[in-house]
């Protein structure tokens, strides 16, 4: 089994920073894409960010220029660096991870998800 903890949610001041982390462990050998997503209040989670195996990465636009995703490989982990956060910002964000597993399988897995919240 794979689990996927995230941390480095909380409440931070307009304009401030945090960085999210998306560990995974168990029965991993490697992550091949991980991915973001967020879900404010009543309304339906979406995309934030993408990174795949070669190290490429994608946004979506409302966060381009403030959001940096990237990944270490060896700590089988990935990162969300948040700069010039806004109150729009806040919300339950969610790691996506599809993962290699030791017994040689593809699959996708969750986190539990983790708070941020940007004061205005």
């Known amino acids: 089994q794979v689990q996927l903890v995230e941390s480095g949610g909380g409440l931070v001041q307009a304009g401030g920073s945090l960085r999210l982390s998306c560990a995974a462990s168990?029965?991993?050998?490697?992550?091949?894409?991980g991915i973001w997503y967020r879900q404010a209040p009543e309304n339906q989670r979406e995309w934030v960010a993408t990174i795949t195996s070669d190290g490429s990465t994608n946004y979506a636009d409302f966060v381009k220029g403030r959001f940096t995703i990237s990944r270490d490989n060896v700590k089988n982990t990935v990162y969300l660096q948040m700069n010039s956060l806004k109150p729009e910002d806040t919300a339950l964000y969610y790691c996506?991870?599809?993962?290699?597993?030791?017994?040689?399988?593809?699959?996708?897995?969750w986190g539990q998800g983790i708070q941020v919240t940007v004061s205005s």
């Open positions: 996506y991870c599809n993962v290699e597993t030791s017994y040689g399988r593809r699959v996708g897995y």
């Open positions: 168990g029965s991993i050998f490697s992550i091949n894409a």
